[in-house]
């Protein structure tokens, strides 16, 4: 009764300190300690929030933003502005934020090898490439059996050097985000082995769109921005294949339950009235040290749109509130304890109390 008590008690204060909106405008005042719209939905989120932090906006004035990726060796951020056609760099020292490529082919997601090459997906070239120390590039994909890629959207590599991504298709639904033309596969998720062999590994979800592996490697996440608007979950076989799909959470609205116990509409997470019933859903998520899946929630208004936080149970158990959907994010740092979020216009940064699973 006290956890269910304290669960309600969390939820009313995040409504209140709701009502005044927010200013992430550069001379918007301090925030407040701990930061309001990192919330608690079950007690074991706690260890999670670093208590004297804030949500920063580092920067906005964006057209659509996706595709964190964090540099270790060079310690920077990447990300995409798709409709731009540009790919961005944040410079964590002095919060410089500027071009890092134009003409991008209206890139999306992106990572880093372990040698710490950049690797892209292009929409407009409907192709995978990676960007050599040399500056040249290198065409990793742009067919399968022959036919075009539909538009490659979000990518990831396991330790054995082989690139996993997805090919929804978005990028060639018109001109705003890539080039209009027809899809001549199947929406689905792809491996590019080392060799430079290209294997379907499944094409079960509608609209397969972010990806991430567990800690160990032995699960993979697959974010459906289809009508099901789920996560799905894999076992992982040898590195390579993987076995049946299942649903790991349902993102569309509706009622959810926490690790406490407590069930409640999910379109009122933090207590404030906002999307109906099937509104929202994910984009980009990844793994944290612990197993959990910090995924961005966008399209459901305030109170939804940003990051949730589920357990590896499938159990939401936090989300950190933004005022703009969330696309796309990363574990960046030294420490991989920055979590990157890109949203819409604007990109944000919070510090956790964690670690992301991988680099990217």
């Not at 030294?334 to 992301?356: D, E, H, M, W």
Request: charge should be neutral; glycine fraction near 12%.
């Amino acid at each position: 009764m006290n956890t269910r008590r304290s669960f309600l008690t969390t939820l009313a204060a995040s409504s209140a300190s709701a009502l005044m909106a927010r200013d992430y405008g550069p001379n918007a005042s301090p925030s407040l300690y701990p930061d309001p719209d990192i919330v608690a939905l079950d007690p074991s989120f706690g260890k999670y929030i670093q208590g004297n932090t804030p949500i920063r906006r580092l920067h906005t004035g964006l057209l659509w933003a996706e595709g964190t990726a964090w540099n270790g060796s060079g310690n920077y951020l990447v990300w995409s502005d798709i409709p731009d056609n540009v790919q961005m760099r944040y410079l964590p020292e002095d919060g410089h934020v500027s071009v890092l490529r134009s003409n991008s082919n209206n890139s999306n997601g992106n990572t880093f090898d372990a040698h710490g090459r950049q690797l892209s997906c292009e929409h407009g070239t409907r192709r995978v490439v990676r960007y050599e120390l040399d500056g040249k590039v290198t065409v990793l994909a742009d067919k399968f059996e022959g036919k075009p890629l539909n538009a490659p959207n979000d990518l990831v590599v396991h330790p054995d050097g082989g690139v996993w991504f997805t090919d929804p298709g978005y990028g060639s639904l018109g001109d705003y985000e890539g080039n209009k033309g027809t899809l001549e596969l199947k929406e689905a998720v792809y491996r590019i082995d080392p060799s430079g062999k290209i294997e379907k590994v499944c094409d079960d979800a509608d609209k397969p769109n972010g990806l991430c592996f567990s800690p160990d490697y032995q699960k993979f996440y697959l974010v459906d921005t289809g009508k099901p608007g789920n996560i799905l979950v894999y076992d992982v076989a040898d590195g390579k294949k993987l076995g049946k799909a299942k649903e790991f959470v349902k993102m569309k609205a509706g009622w959810v339950k926490v690790p406490s116990g407590a069930i409640f509409r999910s379109d009122k997470l933090s207590g404030i009235a906002a999307p109906p019933i099937n509104a929202g859903g994910s984009d980009g998520i990844r793994c944290d040290v612990d197993g959990n899946v910090w995924s961005t929630a966008g399209w459901g208004g305030d109170g939804y749109n940003g990051v949730h936080v589920f357990n590896p149970e499938g159990l939401i158990i936090g989300q950190i509130k933004l005022p703009e959907t969330g696309a796309n994010l990363c574990f960046g740092g030294p420490k991989r304890n920055r979590l990157f979020i890109a949203a819409s216009q604007s990109l944000y940064s919070v510090y956790v109390n964690t670690s992301g699973a991988h680099w990217c």
